[in-house]
């Protein structure tokens, strides 16, 4: 057997590799699952494994280091094969880290834009980050839902969260905002950073369609003047129809 | 500000394989998550060449829209970015949008106001990179694919 002197001086092996018990723990496993003769799935699943904590510990750096000064000294060395399972480590490892980005990608909406009831029949939300399409998908969604389910009149966006709006951005926010404007409420857009909008005026992205206001501030105020504005008419309504100016209780009458 | 069908002077293939080592900043597009990474490089790299917030904004708005316009016609193709340093004028970004997509068959009207072919879109994308930008140029061949060279100079306060 060409890899038994080998297996023979994993000790030795190890000693050269690490100064650190832990590290060495680490390598010794490795070693020896991969001089292990019998290549059957435990065997090789338990190299993964060795591999894979190696990995998390040392960095992909110090163990090529490690790997090359082995391959040097002890030319029995299974590289060809150690190679290919490192690739499928790696691979595998790398297919995790997209899962979980994935996965926190799918939170991220979700926790980034919260809508918010600010003042009476008024919803507020603060647009965050860079909007992708999915992501803007799912506000879009999420919004007009909220918007119907609490019969809001007004609906304030804030986009001072967003560093940049391209047509694209551009483009969803203009069809969020028709179709809130669909269910008859008002939009008021605020947050409008001066660099963006000079770049907006360039690409020509118009949101002329929705009130604008300066500050969170002034959109607040202007909102709340379309709720009184409202309430005042149901209340001229209530008159007309009682013919009545107050009940006979005092009490205001709303229809 | 010139957009020409065809150039003899440039060949789009050679500019899509033009090595990575020549530009400072130099992105595969093949994912909408590469449209936000080609962004956020250029931004850096703009704000680092000591551009005004207003012209880092611009830029990073072009290639934003180069970006996803490869992502949407062609699937995939490159970002390439490269400062320009000149003593007199100051320094020079030069952006290259290159894919091996489908081409362009109506330049002209590629780059009218409002013509689109894809449904979600507004169709002032390629009209608004060039109002964006100080120069602009594009190449396109149906069937080979796009360039679009495009830049902007510090401006002196």
Known sequence: MNSNGAVNRVEEMVQELAADSRLQGLWRNFLTAALADNKEKKQVEQLK?????????????????????????????????????????????????????????????????PIIRIWTDMLLVALIGNLDSHWAQNIAERLLDRVSAARAKVVLVDVTGVPMIDTAVGGFLIEMFSAIRFLGTDVILTGIKPEVAHTLVKLGVDFRMVTIARDLEDALRKGIAIVTGEKKKRRQLAWVMTGDKESESGEEIDI | MLHKKVDENLDIDRVFDSPAEDFDVFIRIAREEDIAVARQMAKQLAQEAGFSLADVTKIATAVSELARNIYRYAKQGRIMIKKLLDDREGPYLEIIASDNGPGIAEIDLVMTRGYTTYERSLGIGLSGVKRLMDTFAIYSEVGRGTVVITGKRRRKF
């Open chain 1, 49 to 113: 494994d060795s591999l894979s904590l190696l990995f998390e510990e040392i960095g992909e750096q110090a163990f090529t280091a490690g790997l090359r000064a082995m391959a040097a000294k002890n030319p029995s060395l299974p590289v060809t094969d150690l190679l290919c399972t490192v690739i499928q480590v790696c691979g595998e490892i790398r297919r995790e880290n997209e899962q979980t980005i994935n996965n926190l990608r799918q939170m991220l909406p979700e926790l980034a834009t």
